[in-house]
């Protein structure tokens, strides 16, 4: 559960979850989610209105709660806030919210019948980050971040893009696994610094790297071969995401599938330059992204 384990005391002036003044909590989430740069923005401004307005929502609460296990460097500090929106959506599901995010999801809540659980869900992903878990984990804690983190996400996503065929949710599932080993093998320079290696275990082990340390992954011998394994990981999930869609659905799942057209190719550069983790971070500029969504857009018209 969400804050259970706490590190240590409370500092002394915690107020609780800061609250933005705002009174117009849509434009928050809306300005929340254009300020990100994310390649999610673009694909969600297809959709219709109420469906766009949920997921600009859905977006601004994972940005918000993810950037307390990543920007915030006092663990006592960030393990107290991500208890803080447990006890925030606790409250919204009570009636009661406070944030402008909370605000802005009551609506889609309602809609779209989106379960608490899933929220809860994502904040314990997020404090496996906090807390140190995501160093080395085990293929099975590996397995439930991604779960967490990036699955939650596709299934509360598919509930508000709305769908018939029962196989939709395990497309979900596959496809939020893909695209978090693929932002993981994106990502292992960057989570090094912040003393973390998502990689998982087993396969460390297996390339000798079972002690590898996050200053000396970027240079260990065989770590490239421990993220070929994690891409071809990686690449059976798409491959099961895509086995999990009736052509039927493809209309109503069409941002998920523009997001995998972007994330695809990141995987297939990363693949190409050979795994590699101790290069510049891969990017696609604007108008690379914005050619691709468009590519992908055409495949499912």
Request: aromatic share 8%.
């Amino acid at each position: 559960m969400v804050g259970a384990d706490q590190a240590g005391q409370l500092p002394p002036d915690f107020a609780g979850l800061p609250i933005p003044a705002t009174d117009e909590p849509k434009r928050y989430v809306a300005d929340v989610t254009r300020a990100s740069g994310s390649s999610f923005f673009l694909p969600m401004m297809l959709l219709p209105r109420p469906r766009r307005e949920a997921m600009l929502a859905l977006y601004a609460f994972c940005r918000e709660t993810d950037d307390v296990a990543d920007e915030i460097e006092d663990s006592v500090l960030s393990s107290a806030l991500i208890k803080a929106w447990a006890e925030e959506i606790e409250a919204l599901f009570a009636g009661h919210p406070k944030h402008p995010v909370s605000h802005a999801l009551v609506t889609p809540i309602e809609r779209y019948g989106l379960p608490k659980s899933l929220f809860l869900d994502i904040l314990e992903g997020f404090e496996m980050d906090r807390s140190g878990a995501m160093l080395r984990p085990t293929l099975a804690e590996l397995e439930r971040y991604c779960y967490c983190v990036a699955c939650c996400v596709g299934l509360l996503s598919v509930e508000i893009f709305g769908y018939r065929s029962p196989k939709i949710p395990d497309f979900a599932l596959h496809l939020g696994h893909a695209f978090q080993l693929t932002n993981i093998l994106r990502d292992v320079a960057e989570d090094a610094e912040r003393g973390r290696i998502y990689l998982p275990a087993e396969l460390l082990a297996k390339h000798g790297l079972e002690n590898v340390t996050p200053e000396e992954i970027i240079h260990a011998p065989g770590v490239e071969e421990v993220c070929a394994e994690v891409g071809a990981m990686a690449r059976r999930r798409f491959a099961e995401a895509a086995r999990m869609m009736p052509s039927s659905e493809r209309r109503r799942m069409r941002p998920a599938l523009l997001m995998r057209g972007v994330y695809k190719p990141y995987l297939d550069r990363i693949e190409a330059g050979g795994f590699r983790v101790d290069g510049p971070r891969i990017k696609f500029g604007k108008m690379q992204k914005m050619s691709m969504v468009f590519s992908a857009l055409l495949r499912t018209l």
